[in-house]
């Protein structure tokens, strides 16, 4: 999809203000579709003198959660592992912690994926606790966990959680968790800058910092641990814009028509991954301006306008970082900045915005993103078109199921028609001016008129026959 200049340069605005602010000592972005990054910027000092690029690494925090669970997954899928498995199979020092109440179950690995094992949310303990050891965190399940709901039950943002997993992953595949994921997930995707360790970097790695009297204090960097899982990978934008690309385009045939791309990780775990699996009440993201849930690894939005939105922030002491895409498009964008508690997700949102605006806006007046409907959906359509032209109550029969004449009997449907297409005096001969669909098997057409448009639209039933089970004609008088 084509992104206009001015688009870009309100985006790039947007993250320069950040660095002119104070907000962060430097601020990177990228923009991304379904062929890969198209657009990226960098301001302020990287810690060279140099202002961040598409190649400059940083630490992307809680992102690497959706690589976790990415790597989860590939287990199941090889049989290795059940996602309804309780973590005490993994972690026997799980065992000692007493649950809420007596029928609680013990936390499965799904329950732990999508947030709802009923730990208390662990901000920001949990970023701390990155380089403890196995036996550290074995030593804090012995000592018992707080719980704020019973396992199962609510949506509750969790680092431990994502410990467990790590932990899980480590146990099942015989190796430490790093080199699962590493192997698995990250290397067959070309993401070598993608790594656990700094000192693993290839490219110039930015250090963290906090605000301090006037200035910028430089913080250490935490090694590889037990809490890694949670967030301790560092990347780039070329390269987390990479693997933001290839969890979305697990949508490409609804999108485009084509085969899912092939990857380490299937498409239909990657399609799992970004479905809603625990909704996540208000109170829980105040800021949230959309619907949201927890899939895998992965905050799912659901904009009204767009359909659904998929995203992560991460946040450690020293950094930020966010991503997020459109699954019907393929728009989305990543951005870094190294600074505590920058919230960096706020200008990638804003960013964000302003690429599904200016791809609503350039494909077409309907103010829609494209959505390719079905080869079934535009036999109906020319079907239908005929029908219009010459109503026969045989070819009404043939093209439509039962219940559309049950519904509104054919004569009173041929009436109503009539009266729209004398309304706006359309031209049923005539090309449509405008389309939209929300699905596949979903379509609205406008034909011209001397005195407005008359609007079609056609929804096909569940059947392979492709027939239509609704169908619509409306009048839209030009106004006066």
């Known amino acids: 999809m084509t992104i206009d200049s001015a688009t870009i340069e309100q985006i790039d605005a947007l993250f320069r203000d950040r660095v002119e602010r104070g907000v962060a000592p430097s601020s990177v972005w990228g923009v991304f579709d379904a ?67 007596p029928d609680s179950p013990v936390p499965t690995l799904r329950m732990l994926l999508t947030m709802s094992a009923g730990f208390p949310t662990d901000d920001p303990w949990g970023d701390r606790q990155e380089p403890i050891s196995d036996d550290a965190l074995d030593a804090v399940l012995r000592t018992g966990l707080l719980f704020d709901s019973v396992p199962g039950t609510c949506f509750a943002y969790s680092n431990l959680g994502y410990a467990l997993l790590g932990r899980a992953i480590a146990v099942v595949a015989g190796r430490p968790f790093t080199q699962v994921a590493s192997d698995a997930v990250l290397r067959p995707l070309g993401l070598d800058d993608t790594v656990f360790a700094a000192a693993d970097a290839r490219r110039f790695v930015v250090v963290g910092a906090r605000p301090h ?26 390269d987390l814009s990479r693997w933001a690309r290839h969890l979305s385009s697990a949508f490409a045939p609804i999108r485009a028509g084509d085969a899912a791309e092939a990857g380490p990780v299937s ?54 970082a966010h991503m997020r895409w459109s699954v019907q498009t393929g728009l989305g964008v990543v951005a870094f900045e190294n600074a505590t508690q920058a919230k960096v997700s706020v200008p990638t949102e804003t960013a964000h915005d302003l690429l599904l605006a200016a791809g609503a806006a350039t494909a077409g007046t309907t103010g829609r993103s494209p959505v390719t409907v079905l080869p079934e959906t535009r036999a109906a359509q020319g079907a239908v078109s005929r029908l219009l032209s010459d109503w026969s109550d045989d070819l009404a ?19 109503a028609i009539a009266e729209a297409v004398r309304t706006v005096g359309a031209d049923l001969s005539a090309a449509p001016v405008a389309e939209q669909s929300s699905t596949p098997t979903h379509l ?33 008088p030009t106004e006066r």
């Open 35 to 101: 062929d890969g990054l198209v657009a990226s910027g960098g301001h302020g000092d990287r810690g060279d003198g140099a202002a961040p690029d598409a190649d400059t690494v940083y630490r992307i925090a809680s992102c690497t959660k959706s690589v976790t669970a990415a790597t989860l997954l590939g287990l199941v899928a090889d049989g290795l592992v059940s996602l309804d498995a309780p973590i005490t199979d993994f972690v026997p020092a799980f065992a000692d912690v007493q649950l809420p109440t």
């Open 213 to 238: 009297d006037g200035s910028w204090e430089p913080l250490p960097i935490s090694g590889p641990g037990a809490f890694s899982p949670i967030g301790g990978l560092f990347s780039t934008v070329a």
């Open 267 to 320: 498409p239909a775990d990657r399609r799992l991954m970004q479905q809603a699996m625990r909704r996540i009440p208000g109170s829980a993201f105040p800021s949230a301006k959309r619907p949201i849930g927890y899939g895998f690894g992965l905050f799912v939005e659901h904009d009204d306008e767009h359909g659904s939105i998929v995203s992560h922030s991460g946040g450690y002491p020293g950094f930020s």
């Open 397 to 415: 029969d043939a093209i439509c199921t039962p219940n559309v004449a049950l519904d509104v009997p054919y004569d009173r449907r041929r009436s």
């Open 444 to 476: 609205r057409w406008w034909l011209p008129g001397t005195n407005g448009r008359l609007r079609v639209e056609i929804r096909l039933a569940p059947l392979a026959a492709g027939l239509v089970q609704t169908l619509i004609c409306t009048a839209e």
